[in-house]
């Protein structure tokens, strides 16, 4: 799966798409990195209040709450170990390395496509 703008403007091409509790809860907890292209996406059942903390991380990263048309409904940047957001009504999260926002323009309203046609995408129901 790609994260493009709805302008086809690539974010991630490298994805993990991930849907149980167990994945959901450990997201990116111990990992030493990620590539620059890499989005972690969390698909939820229906819109949910959503909390992210960074325990156990050794880097920053954004955080993109989408609701169900995926639309960007908030962004944060979170610091490894003292990190947390909650958000209401998500139904999509992309957890990426810190700056993706930035660098590609991601602001609130802007709507996300995720493109199924890639290869690289490993999806842990």
Do not use: Q
């Not at 960074?54 to 880097?59: A, E, V």
């Amino acid at each position: 799966m790609m994260i493009l703008k709805d302008d086809g403007t690539r974010i991630a091409s490298n994805t993990e798409c991930v849907r149980s509790a167990i994945y959901m809860m450990r997201g990116l907890m111990f990992r030493r990195s990620i590539p620059d292209d890499y989005a972690m996406v969390f698909v939820f059942p229906k819109p949910k209040r959503v909390s992210v903390h960074t325990l156990f991380m050794r880097f920053p990263i954004d955080v993109i709450f989408l609701n169900g048309d995926k639309r960007i409904i908030d962004i944060t940047r979170l610091d490894p170990w003292i990190g947390y957001r909650c958000v209401k009504d998500v139904s999509y999260m992309l957890e990426a390395n810190s700056g993706t926002a930035y660098r590609h323009g991601l602001v609130k309203g802007m709507k996300l496509v995720f493109d199924a046609v890639a290869t690289s995408i490993s999806d842990h129901a």
